[in-house]
């Protein structure tokens, strides 16, 4: 019980703060002040990252934040400048080996090959991640129905729809019941609806026990499925605790918003800026965060805004300004 | 609070290194063929069609169009020359084509390696598992000219039952020729590059069609050079009776060009697939 409040990016902050991790178990993933350079792009500057066993983490930032190839480097294909990582309680890269017969990833871009059959993208994937002989044909037959594809175990992938692509990209990421999941903005690009489908399934991962670390730039995905948020910016965390948490630490409870043309609305901004309110640009729109805390006075000068519940989107643009690069 | 948190770790983790795994892994490699074998059933027939089509039209074309102005070539029927010598060509298309194309395929359109990387597979049990399959490949299919040559009325002896080996041993070293060079070209049209001015020559100036004995000094010097000159040398040998001394020089060029082709194809896939 003891996640520090807002991890700071130092080594020290990143410490359990003098208390225990809620239990014994060697973290999933740990992350110490790793430093990823490609030239002179520093994608991952100064990592530091624990995500305990049988947690949900939610990876979030923007793009260029440094999300895949913190990623990458879990699985050994990215090899960090500085910094040390372990995985699973393995070394990684001295013993990513052995991580990678434990863990299973879900990439951001599909990489089935796309000639063989849906059941026989699996039963290769149960070889190379070392499923025992006898043990292969059920764990492809469970795998087939946890991504409700055993319809189509003997379609060749080429001819599936996107959707049932991204569930045997899943499906064939846990053909080895793997302990730790890693989820590489599995629902960018998706229909609402093969979102849907794919959330429950990793609710149902979660449920299971199984440890997973999702990345994703829909704040809606965190809030639905973390138990723990990471905000990354610049290739580092800026801020990490459970969404609720995280509201109330950087967003409050509700915002208001204001609608009108743009002078009205910066008009607006200028008076809840002057009390001390933070605000944000929200499309057509200017909200004004934890709107709760407004004394009735500004309310009323401020006008009629619509009420609505803080968001972690208010978290993230609170914590990493308006502008993306 | 207890205490036995930083001991746990400290077991956990000299667990972890105690069962580290080795670098090449019969289990890695069987998932990587296995791969390829899967992918094999669907394809074999257009495959076969090629390797069994191509060399028996240059058996004919050659074999007839230019047997019938000469019949002999350094003392033998030349459809026996001709026949022994496109083994070698059969081996070097299946293989090198394979590795350059495929390789190349599965690692930029595809992405297939990507996935196998995060499962318990490293490059250098990609690049072998790859390599073993082409070679097997070739090694079979490298036979189907001595088949036809032998229909055309060459003598068989068992000497030919080594030409299956040679060809797995030339198709392992082209096979990661073509890996290696998969991984070394920017896009797909530099191949060309490879082949008008690499491969090109290489088939030619192997003595497959004509004798190296007639080319110029530095020809001959080439010719030395040429990995494909000593598997002909091989297969006529096998064919037409051996020279040991000659032959073990022959397989000793075969390995070596094979242990070079591995370190190039290891390091330069390396470069492209981890950074």
């Known amino acids: 019980m003891s996640l520090s409040q807002s991890v700071s990016s130092t080594a020290a902050g990143a410490e359990p703060g003098g208390g225990e991790p809620s239990d014994a178990e060697t973290p999933a993933i740990s992350m110490r002040a790793v430093v990823k350079r490609y030239g002179n792009l520093t994608a991952v500057n100064g990592l530091d990252l624990d995500v305990p066993a049988g947690v949900c983490l939610g990876l979030l930032g923007p793009n260029g934040a440094g999300k895949s190839t913190t990623m990458r480097m879990l699985t050994a294909q990215s090899i960090a400048d500085s910094g040390r990582i372990s995985v699973l309680g393995y070394d990684v890269p001295g013993a990513s080996k052995q991580a990678r017969a434990l863990m299973g990833v879900v990439p951001q871009e599909d990489n089935l090959d796309i000639e063989l059959t849906v059941r026989q993208n699996l039963a290769v994937f149960a070889r190379l991640y070392r499923v025992p002989a006898r043990e292969r044909r059920a764990a492809v037959d469970r795998a087939l129905a946890v991504a409700e594809l055993v319809d189509r175990a003997d379609t060749v992938t080429a001819n599936l729809s996107g959707g049932m692509r991204r569930r045997l990209l899943v ?155 | 609070m207890n205490g036995a948190n930083g001991a746990n770790g400290a077991n956990g983790a000299n667990g972890a290194q105690s069962t580290r795994l080795r670098r090449i892994e019969p289990a890695a490699l069987a998932g990587v063929i296995i791969h390829d074998l899967t992918l094999f059933r669907r394809s074999w027939l257009s495959t076969t069609f090629s390797a069994l089509v191509e060399p028996t039209i240059y058996l004919l074309a050659f074999g007839w169009g230019f047997g019938s102005l000469v019949s002999v070539v350094a003392g033998y029927r030349y459809v026996d020359f001709l026949g022994t010598g496109i083994v070698a060509t059969a081996v070097l298309f299946s293989s090198a084509f394979t590795g350059m194309f495929q390789t190349f395929i599965r690692r930029t359109y595809q992405k297939i390696y990507g996935a196998v990387l995060a499962a318990p597979v490293d490059v250098p049990e990609i690049v072998f598992g790859e390599a073993l399959w082409i070679a097997a490949r070739a090694g079979v299919y490298g036979c189907v000219p001595l088949l036809v040559a032998l229909a055309f009325g060459l003598d068989p002896v068992p000497g030919m039952l080594i030409v299956p080996l040679v060809g797995f041993l030339t198709g392992l070293g082209f096979g990661l020729f073509g890996i290696w060079t998969s991984a070394l070209v920017p896009s797909f049209d530099s191949f060309s590059y490879i082949i008008s001015g690499i491969m090109t020559p290489l088939f030619l100036v192997a003595g497959t069609f004509f004798p190296v004995a007639g080319l110029p000094y530095w020809g001959r010097v080439l010719a030395r050079l040429n990995p494909l000159y000593h598997c002909v040398e091989l297969v006529r040998d096998a064919a037409f009776g051996f020279a040991p001394l000659a032959d073990l020089g022959h397989l000793g060029a075969l390995v070596a060009f094979a242990g070079l082709m591995w370190l190039l194809a290891v390091r330069y896939m390396g470069r492209r697939l981890i950074d």
Request: charged content about 25%; cysteine-free.
């Open chain 1, 171 to 325: 499906a064939r990421a846990l053909v080895h019941r793997p302990r730790l999941v890693l989820l590489d903005e599995p629902t960018v690009g998706l229909d609402p609806q093969v979102r849907q489908e794919l959330w429950s399934l990793i609710a149902g991962l979660r449920t299971g026990g199984v440890t997973v670390l999702m990345s994703t730039h829909y704040i809606e995905e965190a809030e639905r499925l973390a138990d723990d948020v990471a905000i990354m910016s610049h290739g580092r965390v800026i801020a990490r605790d459970a969404p609720a948490r995280l509201l109330d630490a950087h967003a409050g409870r509700t915002a208001a918003e204001y609608y009108g043309p743009p002078e009205h609305l910066a008009e607006i901004a200028a008076q809840a800026d002057a009390a001390g309110f933070t605000t944000r640009r929200t499309g057509p729109s200017v909200s004004v965060l934890r709107a709760e805390n407004m004394p009735a006075e500004l309310d009323e000068r401020l006008g009629a805004g619509v009420r609505r519940a803080a968001t972690l989107e208010d978290v993230f643009v609170a914590l990493t300004g308006e502008r993306v690069e």
